[in-house]
Each structure stands twice: as structure tokens, then as C-alpha cells.
């Protein structure tokens, strides 16, 4: 099993930056990627960013350029930086770890104020 807790998040004007961080506890050997999905009101919840083991990111074409997704392995963490943030960005993002299956934190709340 693996844990996810998440933290950051909040409000922000647009062109601002947040940073939310996720610490993963449990079985943290069979985590292979990680990273973040958002969910807006009324939308379905769609890959931000993620991170493989070795390194490998991938982001969602909304958000390259001004997101950043990086991981420590040691510490097990994984933190999504949002700089030049749109009114569109606001949603709850949920933090994802995948191994044999997915696990997910509890998701956090992102409001970008136009």
C-alpha cells in the first residue's frame, strides 16, 4: 500500500505561482511514476504532469511552459510548481502514484482569481 498527502494549494490571482507537494509513505519501492491530475467543476479529471523513476516528465500541452513537475527519490516526494497562473487552472488537483495500480491523495483546491 502507499500512502499520498499532499499539501499547498489555495488562492491565487492569475500570473501568480503556487507549489503543491506530495509525500508518499508505505510501499515505496513499487512506485514507478508520479505526478498530478486536476479536476475542474463538471469536467473529467485529466493528467497535469508526471514524473517516471528515472526521470522521464510529461505535461499536459495547457500547462508546458509554465508548470514544473520534479521528484526527490529519497525523500519520496513529488512538487508541481505553477507559475503564470490562468483562471482556467483552478480545480482540485489530486497528487498520483502509480505502481501496480493507482493510488491518489486526497486532492487540493486551486482557485486562480481573474
Known amino acids: 500500500q502507499v500512502q499520498l498527502v499532499e499539501s499547498g494549494g489555495g488562492l491565487v490571482q492569475a500570473g501568480g505561482s503556487l507549489r503543491l507537494s506530495c509525500a508518499a509513505s508505505?510501499?515505496?519501492?513499487?512506485?514507478?511514476?508520479m505526478g498530478w491530475y486536476r479536476q475542474a467543476p463538471g469536467k473529467q479529471r485529466e493528467l497535469v504532469a508526471d514524473?517516471?523513476?528515472?526521470?522521464?516528465?510529461n505535461y499536459a500541452d495547457s500547462v508546458k511552459g509554465r508548470f514544473l513537475n520534479f521528484r526527490d527519490n529519497v525523500k519520496n516526494t513529488v512538487s508541481l510548481q505553477m507559475n503564470s497562473l490562468e483562471p482556467e487552472d483552478k480545480a482540485v488537483y489530486y497528487c498520483n502514484a502509480k505502481s501496480w495500480r493507482n493510488y491518489w491523495g486526497q486532492g487540493t483546491q486551486v482557485t486562480v482569481s481573474s
Open positions: 508505505g510501499t515505496i519501492v513499487s512506485i514507478n511514476v
Open positions: 514524473i517516471s523513476s528515472g526521470g522521464s516528465t
